[in-house]
């Protein structure tokens, strides 16, 4: 299953590559994540991971990622390791201004196994829609400083 997203955000592409680059900002605009820690040292970057608790379709999800792809002010692309649910995310953030960009992510992954071709559909809108939220959330979060 493959989703996705792209937003425009009125804001410099580094700022918001190193906003989202930082996994730690993930429960300021993510719904349903309730921590995101690095478990790695700095600075971020390929082989770098973190821990994320999250709350998704009523249950407590607990998930371990690491940084698969990082090109430094335009891409960053993360797997989880650990997951009841596994997925990889794709982030790439492109300038189209001096003072904003364009974000885009490509979600891949979900459910498993038999119980994937029973609520795939069903679970993949779900997713989907809330992944259409978050990314609304981010350029409002970007875009209003409140995550200054």
């Not at 790439?92 to 001096?98: L, R, S």
């Amino acid at each position: 299953m493959e989703m996705g997203a792209t937003r425009h955000i009125n804001q410099p592409a580094d700022e918001v590559f190193e906003f989202l680059a930082d996994a730690a900002n993930n429960t300021l605009w993510q719904n349903g994540t309730r921590s995101c820690t690095w478990t790695s040292e700095p600075p971020i970057g390929v082989g770098s991971t973190y821990e994320q608790h999250a709350r998704f379709m009523g249950r407590n999800v607990r998930s371990t990622f690491v940084v698969t792809v990082y090109e430094p002010g335009q891409r960053i692309t993360i797997k989880s390791v650990e997951s009841a649910v596994p997925i990889e995310v794709d982030r790439a953030v492109v300038p189209t201004g001096p003072e904003s960009c364009r974000v885009t992510a490509v979600i891949s992954g979900g459910p498993q196994g038999k119980i994937a071709g029973l609520v795939g559909p069903f679970v993949g809108r779900m997713a989907q829609n809330s992944i259409n939220r978050d990314y609304d959330r981010l350029v409002e979060v970007l875009e209003s400083g409140i995550h200054s």
